[in-house]
Each structure stands twice: as C-alpha cells, then as structure tokens.
C-alpha cells in the first residue's frame, strides 16, 4: 500500500471514532434504562402540573420509543390521558422532526462502524498494522477534545448551547414550548442538562480508554519489530 493512501485510511479512521463515540453515547440514552436513572435522581424536579411519576415514566418511555424504534406519526398524536390528547399539533410535528434527527443519527453510526470495520482490516492485511494502531491513539485524542469542549460550553453557556444545538438541527422556533406543555412536562431543561453531561462523560472516557490501548498497543508492536531481527538470528 503507497504511503498516500495508507495516509488516507488513517485519517478516514480518525474522524470516524469520534463519531462511533458521541453518537454511540446518545444511543444509549435512548433507553428505558436511561429513563429510570434520570427520573430517579432525588434533583430530578417532578411535574409541577399533575403528572405521577408512574404516569411520566409511561408517556415518556412511548415517546423515546417512537423515536428509537421508527414508529408512525400517529404513536404521539393518538395518546389521550383521562380523554385528552397528550401532545398538541406542534408537540407532535417536532417529535416527528426529532424522531428523524435521530434515525439520521443511527444510520450514520452504523455506517461509521462497518466503514471502521473495513478500514480496519484492509490497513491490517496490508501490513500497516502501526498505521492502524496509531489512527485508534488519535482518534481516541480527538474525541476527547471535541468533547471536552462540547462539555465546556455546556458548563459555561448553557443556554447558548442549547439554542446552537436546536438551531442546527430543527426549524428556528419549531422546538420552543411552554412550560405546560407536554414535551418540557416529560423532558425538562435538567433532563437536558443531564443528557449532555452523561453523553460527555461517556464519550470522553472512551476517548481516553481508546488512546491509553492505542499506546499500550503501539509500544508492543514496537516493541516486537525491534526484536523480530534477533529472534530470526537464533
């Protein structure tokens, strides 16, 4: 393989694992589990507006679920709770724009792990083992210092933060409710808060596992190729 393409592959598996770990993070939030950990905490500020807690924890498990699972429009619009719809038309109309935000999201963490697969294995079979090993040590750098800077402004500017992240994604103005509505009821801004921290956390610990076992797996390469010479003498 020329140097120029090994380059290449590189760089492509650099980029792809911070991608693996910020998206793989949001995933796993996405979940039950998550869910039960958030609304559990004893700072988690209940629903001020005659939501139990059982009753938050159903509406809100269906509506992680419809955006995880794909599930049709209708899911949120048709839920009534003591004969009244849960969610309005907006509600409904931005968890719709969410529920695609998301399976976006999926589809490229997907695509990134079988492309870091590939690549992988095509640098690995062509001898660049060191190439490899050296793209898992930066990419494990660069997802530690997107992170932390994403977990820094959080820290700082919240709220413009916040209003960056929705801006880039959603239709000015499509995500902004009031505070008796449904969605901010389910999902408040400490929810939010939460979420961006865990996610932070998560992907700032992979960064820095990844780079300490690209190290550690870059030295006994080293380590071997400075030997291979005298154990093929003997």
């Known amino acids: 393989m020329s140097p120029f393409i090994s380059k290449i592959l590189k760089a492509l598996l650099v980029l792809i694992i911070p991608i ?13 589990t998550y869910l039960t950990f958030e609304y559990g905490k004893p700072s988690f500020p209940p ?7 059982g009753q938050r ?8 679920h419809y955006v995880r699972a794909h599930l ?11 004969g009244v719809p849960v969610y309005n038309e907006r509600e409904v109309t931005h ?38 090993v050296s793209a898992v040590e930066s990419g ?11 977990a820094l402004m959080a820290l700082l500017a919240w709220q413009t933060w916040f209003d960056l992240f929705h801006r880039f994604f959603f239709v000015d103005g499509s995500w902004l409710f009031s505070y008796s509505d449904t969605l901010i ?23 820095l ?9 870059r030295n006994a390469i080293e380590t071997t190729t400075q030997t291979l010479p005298l154990d093929l003498a003997l």
Not at 57 to 64: D, E, G, K, R
Not at 196 to 206: D, H, K, M, N
Not at 209 to 217: A, E, K, M, N, S
């Open 140 to 150: 494990g750098l660069l997802t530690s210092g997107i992170i932390g800077t994403i």
């Open 57 to 64: 924890f159903i509406l809100a498990s269906t509506n992680v």
């Open 72 to 82: 049709p429009s209708d899911e949120l619009s048709r839920q009534t709770l003591n």
């Open 20 to 32: 693996l770990f910020i998206f793989g993070s949001a995933r796993l939030l996405a979940t039950d």
């Open 185 to 207: 009821r389910l999902f408040p801004i400490k929810f939010w808060f939460d979420a961006t921290l865990t996610i932070s956390v998560l992907s700032f610990i992979g960064g």
């Open 95 to 132: 968890m719709a724009d969410v529920q695609s935000v998301f399976q976006a999201i999926l589809r490229v963490w997907q695509f990134a792990f079988v492309l870091f697969l590939l690549l992988a294995l095509v640098l690995w079979q062509s001898g660049e083992g060191k190439a490899f």
């Open 47 to 53: 629903d001020s507006y005659g939501f139990t807690p």
């Open 209 to 217: 596992l990844t780079v300490y076992i690209g190290r550690q797996w």
